[in-house]
């Protein structure tokens, strides 16, 4: 869905203060950590149910975010996260095809390992005091073939439009899902260009090059309306 957001922010340089950002990113979003989380969570009855229907999200088993490579002066590659669970976000089933999905990310609430980048973030790279929201919305349904029993795993392609820093394009999402009692888990990714969406990577003195691309990370729950 999802937004949001998106690789870019990192670079948002060129402050002594890089040279204090090293630290162990956290793993790629993976199937496997989303149904842990939601099973940690305790979401889900348990109980046997139609996928039809609207589907909302529980935020406090989802977040989306960003994860892009750098170089910095003094120590060298470097990989920066960030992320958060403000996201409002919809899903509707139809039988076995996803018809609908809408998602909304609050850009603002975008946290990283460094409360400086998150900070810089507001008026360099994604700018997220001029651009404070994310979204992404499909645009043409997910034939599943078949609906998974409780358990089953799927993959598919999402196809919808990306709002990025006040940019629009078509994006290709590859998620990940699977039915965890009566949660939906989902899991996706997309490679994102900085330039597609007009974002410029901040430059300094301590930061020797930042990638041209990121990583859009989602990671939602869904659970029935």
């Known amino acids: 869905m999802v937004l949001g957001a998106l690789a870019i922010l990192v670079l948002v340089a060129g402050g002594g203060w890089y040279f204090f ?46 994860r892009i490579d750098e170089e910095l002066a003094g120590i ?29 990310v609050d850009m603002t609430a975008l946290q990283s390992d460094r409360s400086q980048r998150d900070n810089a973030i507001r008026s360099r790279g994604l700018e997220t005091q001029a651009f404070p929201t994310a979204g992404f919305t499909l645009t043409e349904p ?7 029993g409780p358990g089953g795993t799927f993959t598919a392609t999402a196809v919808g439009d990306l709002t990025l820093h006040g940019v629009t394009r078509s994006v290709s999402l590859d998620l990940e899902a ?27 003195f301590s930061v020797l090059g930042i990638a041209d691309t990121g990583m859009l990370e989602l990671q939602l729950a869904f659970v029935p309306a």
Request: glycine share 12%; aromatic share 4%; hydrophobic share 40%.
């Open 21 to 66: 950002l090293r630290s162990d990113a956290p793993p790629p979003a993976s199937l496997e950590d989303a149904v842990a989380a939601v099973g940690s969570n305790g979401t889900g009855t348990g109980g046997s149910l139609s996928l039809d229907g609207e589907w909302t999200l529980d935020q406090a088993a989802s977040f989306a975010g960003y």
């Open 76 to 104: 060298g590659a470097a990989t920066a996260v960030g992320r958060t669970s403000r996201i409002d976000a919809s899903l509707e089933f139809n039988g076995t095809t996803v018809t609908a999905v809408e998602v909304t």
């Open 142 to 148: 997910i034939d599943l073939g078949a609906v998974p």
């Open 178 to 204: 699977s039915l965890v009692e009566d949660t939906v888990v989902v899991v996706g990714s997309t490679e994102i260009v900085l330039t597609d969406y007009d974002i410029e990577a901040p430059t300094g």
